[in-house]
């Protein structure tokens, strides 16, 4: 039987980001992907300026319903960008529909990333997101997310011992497991780190640094995440593949950036990961 996800974040219809990312992603991995749109943009909100917006919060309850009746059952619900603190609680709302026992839920609280939040979020709807890492199994936040998060300043010089309190205070929010994405100790790596609050244990994964910040790889790491713990990867396993194909996406992309600077070119390497997530 193929494990099967629901993913549930918006559509951007052009760029390469949230459901465009993680519905080929999830798929390559071998799991049946189900999806909730929870917004449906023209392009994601990095970049571009003039996008359309349509909120689809009032479908979100129906679907809901509808899929109640249906009796489905899901291994894993992993949610990413969500458009508004009405979403939020919602989507709250169709974790206590749809969690068993064998339920893995990752919240990828997509707040903002280089310390700002992105366009049209604001401290508010952080706090929101709060109540719904709660609820989780796993998130894996950025360093601008767990500021919003832990109502601690933003800041890019730290070293292991702080990133191991805030993945402490992370999992105090109510998650058993905590990753920290992006992290850079200053010598010239690049990585995740997690903790698991029921053994007390660290574990980490890193690559070289790439100087060509880009756009989507958030989403990326996370689809692959969620897509390696719900088939039952080991959480160091977890970290290593999405940290891979993550460098791997950007490698690909670099000798053309100029062209796709909205979003990593995820698509070559979707063949390797397939054959890498046969694994697990
Ligand atoms: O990659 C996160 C993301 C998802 N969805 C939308 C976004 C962003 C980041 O900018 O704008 C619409």
């Not at 049946?32 to 909100?45: D, F, G, N, R, Y």
């Not at 707040?111 to 992105?118: E, H, I, S």
């Not at 890193?206 to 100087?211: L, V």
């Not at 897509?227 to 053309?256: M, N, W």
Request: proline share 4%; aromatic share 10%; hydrophobic share 40%.
């Amino acid at each position: 039987m193929l494990k099967r996800i629901v993913t549930i974040q918006d559509i951007s219809c052009f760029g390469k980001c949230s459901l465009t990312v993680a519905l080929p992603i999830l798929s390559a991995m071998g799991l049946e992907t189900a999806v909730i749109p929870t917004a449906v943009l023209s392009t994601h909100t990095g970049g571009f300026s003039g996008y359309t917006f349509r909120d689809l919060t009032e479908d979100i309850p129906e679907i809901t319903k509808h899929w109640d009746s249906l009796k489905l059952h899901f291994d894993g619900i992993y949610t990413g960008y969500l458009g508004s603190k009405e979403q939020v609680k919602i989507v709250s709302d169709f974790f206590d529909t749809f969690k068993s026992d064998d339920t893995t839920i990752v919240v990828d609280p997509v707040l903002g990333d280089a310390g700002k939040l992105y366009a049209g979020f604001t401290p508010e709807f952080a706090q929101e997101m709060k109540q719904l890492c709660s609820k989780a199994d796993v998130i894996a936040p950025n360093m601008t997310e767990v500021s919003y998060l832990l109502d601690v300043p933003y800041t890019e010089n730290y070293d292991e011992a702080y990133i191991h309190e805030m993945l402490k205070h992370l999992t105090e929010l109510g998650c058993p497991v905590a990753i920290i994405t992006g992290v850079r100790y200053g010598d010239g790596m690049h990585g995740a780190v997690a903790y698991d609050s029921r053994t007390g244990t660290y574990c980490s994964s890193f690559k070289p640094h790439i100087e060509h910040p880009m756009h989507g790889t958030g989403d990326v790491f996370s689809s692959v995440l969620s897509g390696a713990i719900v088939k039952g990867a080991s959480l160091q396993q977890a970290l290593d593949i999405a940290v891979s194909f993550t460098v791997r996406t950007i490698e690909e992309t670099v000798p053309e950036m100029d062209a796709y600077w909205y979003g990593v070119s995820f698509e070559p390497c979707l063949g390797k990961l397939a054959e890498d997530a046969k694994k697990f």
